[in-house]
């Protein structure tokens, strides 16, 4: 549940921030497309550091050893 909910809660910021880059840095054609491509790529990049860091807790490659005392 809790993928999927972020998932969606990037996918509405990046097109909130598509938004307001199109309103705000009206440049000409290319402009736009180089803007909405930035904020596409940092959206998608932002979203696969969340979603790595997520899944790895998922199943941690080191396990935590207990001592005796534990």
Same mark, same amino acid.
């Given at each position: 549940?809790?993928?999927?909910?972020t998932t969606?809660?990037?996918? &509405? $910021?990046?097109?909130?921030? %598509?938004f307001c880059?199109?309103?705000?840095?009206?440049?000409?054609?290319?402009? @736009?497309?180089?803007?909405?491509?930035? &904020? $596409?790529?940092?959206?998608? %990049?932002?979203?696969?550091?969340?979603?790595?860091?997520?899944?790895?807790?998922? @199943?941690?490659?080191?396990?935590?050893?207990?001592?005796e005392g534990?």
């Open positions: 549940m809790g993928f999927v909910v969606l809660t990037f996918i &509405v $910021i990046g097109i909130v921030a %598509c880059t199109r309103v705000c840095c009206n440049k000409g054609p290319s402009a @736009n497309l180089f803007h909405l491509t930035l &904020v $596409i790529t940092a959206t998608i %990049c932002c979203w696969m550091m969340w979603a790595i860091v997520y899944l790895a807790q998922m @199943n941690p490659l080191i396990v935590p050893i207990l001592s534990e």
